[in-house]
C-alpha cells in the first residue's frame, strides 16, 4: 500500500493561536488529498477535498477561513487551524488518492490536536 | 439518511474464533465502492479490504473477507481466526461514483471489537 504522513502527530497550543498540520504522500503523487475531523468515539467527519493546484472543497457547515488547506504539490497538502479554540481539539487525519492505485484512500497517522 | 450503517456499537469474541462485523448501505448511485478500514488505539487508519458495486465475486485479504450481499445492501466485514492484535475500532465506508459525490468516503460509526485472550 501507499504511504502517508503526517506532521505533527501532537501538538498544544494556546487558544487564539494558529496550527498548521502537513499532510504528505511518500512514495506516490496523490491526485487528491482529503482531511478528515474525528472528535472522541465519534466517526470520521469529511472536512474538504483538496485537489492540487486548485481550491479546496469544503463540506457543509466547515469554515473555510477557520480551516485553510493549501495543496501546493501532488505530493503536500496542509490544513491550518487558525485562531484555534478549545472546541477545534480533535484528531485530525488526512487520505490520499491516486487513480492508478485504485480506487482506496490511503490514511495518515493523524494528528492530535489540544487547544488551551 | 445514514448512507453508511454499523449497528453493532461493540462486541467480544473469543481468540482464534471467526467474528461479522455488520455494514448496510443507501446509495441510488449504481457504481460506488465499500471499504473497511481499522483504527487501532494509535488512531491510524489501516486499510483492509475493498468491494466494488460491480464485482462478481466478494473480496477476500488474508483473514478478511467481505460478505458482499448487493440485493440487501450489506457489506459484512468477517475476521477469520480473531487475533489479540485484532482488538481495535472498524469501520464501513462507502464511495458513491457518481461525479457529484467526488469521490468522498462516508464512514459508519464503528464498531469496536475486543478479542478476549
Known amino acids: 500500500g501507499a504511504v502517508v504522513s503526517q506532521h505533527p502527530s501532537w501538538v498544544i497550543c494556546k487558544s487564539g493561536t494558529s496550527v498548521k498540520i502537513e499532510c504528505r504522500s511518500l512514495d506516490f503523487q496523490a491526485t487528491t488529498m482529503f482531511w478528515y475531523r474525528q472528535f472522541p468515539k465519534q466517526s470520521l467527519m469529511l472536512m474538504a477535498t483538496?485537489?492540487?493546484?486548485?481550491?479546496?472543497?469544503?463540506e457543509q457547515g466547515v469554515e473555510k477561513d477557520k480551516f485553510l488547506i493549501n495543496h501546493a504539490s501532488l505530493t503536500l497538502s496542509t490544513l491550518t487551524v487558525t485562531s484555534a479554540h478549545p472546541e477545534d481539539s480533535s484528531f485530525y487525519i488526512c487520505?490520499?488518492?491516486?487513480?492508478?492505485?485504485?480506487?482506496?484512500?490511503?490514511f495518515g497517522p493523524g494528528t492530535r490536536l489540544l487547544v488551551l | 439518511a445514514q448512507k453508511i450503517t454499523q449497528t453493532q456499537p461493540g462486541m467480544f469474541v473469543q481468540e482464534k474464533e471467526a467474528v461479522t462485523l455488520d455494514c448496510t448501505y443507501d446509495?441510488?448511485?449504481?457504481?460506488?465502492?465499500l471499504f473497511w478500514y481499522k483504527q487501532p488505539s494509535s488512531g491510524e487508519m489501516i486499510f483492509l479490504i475493498y468491494q466494488g458495486s460491480y464485482d462478481q465475486q466478494n473480496a477476500t485479504e488474508g483473514r478478511y473477507s467481505l460478505n458482499f450481499q448487493k440485493a440487501r445492501k450489506s457489506a459484512n466485514l468477517v475476521i477469520s481466526a480473531s487475533q489479540l492484535g485484532d482488538s481495535a475500532m472498524y469501520f464501513c465506508a462507502m464511495r458513491e461514483g457518481s461525479k457529484a459525490a467526488g469521490n468522498k468516503l462516508t464512514f459508519g460509526g464503528g464498531t469496536r471489537v475486543l478479542v478476549k485472550p
Open positions: 446509495t441510488s448511485d449504481p457504481s460506488y465502492g
Open positions: 487520505s490520499a488518492r491516486v487513480a492508478v492505485l485504485g480506487e482506496t484512500q490511503y
Open positions: 483538496s485537489n492540487e493546484g486548485s481550491k479546496a472543497t469544503y
